[in-house]
């Protein structure tokens, strides 16, 4: 599965990237606009850090200005992908777009047919947002689950991309679903990788280390 940062703060995403455990960088408007930086410097940058997808929304919802900002992302560096809102124009514009070569993430899906379409309209990701629906009493993962099994039934190449990952089990949860991507905030993707016993144990290890001649070092 591959495993993107949802951040446009570019301290996280170098802190995850120097892990080596991401993909790629999903932003949307919000995150950019807690930067206080343009879309244009956040993403340039954030293509510099990490040599994988990275997507960028754009923000007009007609068809004309969805293309025309689409390929003006595009054009910032050969790894962008644009993330369009999953309306008609935006179908339309993913469309387009799609046959020049540019790549694209369709975003704020909240159902099957949605994603469907975009699929049909030739998105690369769609972007099924799982916290929002789970935020509403929904069952976001059910989403994740019938997308996955709708695109396998036709062969359809668009990946779902889980998006609005609130903690954990939702990437478990969709690794187990047989997404081909998560986007995960930062915070997140450290909860994935602590777990107490990995703590206490180290802990541990130092302090019977330090009993040791020469401290424990070979
Ligand atoms: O970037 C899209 C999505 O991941 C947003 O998540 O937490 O604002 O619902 P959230």
């Known amino acids: 599965m591959e495993i993107f940062i949802d951040s446009a703060d570019v301290a996280e ?20 606009a807690r930067t206080g930086r343009s879309l244009r410097e956040v993403i340039v940058e954030i293509c510099e850090i990490v040599d994988g997808p990275i997507s960028a929304e754009v923000i007009s919802t007609d068809y004309e200005g969805i293309v025309r900002e689409g390929r003006q992302l595009a054009a ?13 124009e935006g179908l339309k514009a993913v469309r387009t777009l799609a046959s020049e070569g540019i790549r694209t993430n ?8 949605q994603a469907l379409l975009a699929a049909k309209a030739g998105a690369t990701y769609i972007s099924p947002f799982i916290g929002r629906i789970d935020d509403a009493a929904g069952d976001g993962m059910a989403l994740v689950e019938q997308i996955v099994g709708i695109y396998r039934n036709y062969g359809l190449r668009t990946k779902v991309l889980a998006a609005s990952i609130r903690h954990p089990v ?28 990995t703590d206490v144990g180290l802990a541990r290890f130092l302090e019977d280390a330090r009993r040791s001649p020469g401290g424990g070092r070979g």
């Open 76 to 88: 910032l560096h050969r790894n962008v992908v644009v993330k369009v809102p999953l309306i008609a």
């Open 13 to 32: 995403i170098r802190d995850v990237a120097a892990m080596g455990v991401i993909d790629g960088v999903t932003t949307n408007p919000t995150l950019v």
């Open 170 to 197: 939702h990437v478990v949860q969709a690794a187990r679903l047989g997404a081909h991507a998560a986007t995960v905030p930062h915070k997140v993707i450290h909860q994935l990788l602590s777990h107490p016993l």
């Open 106 to 113: 369709v975003t704020l899906c909240f159902s099957a047919p």
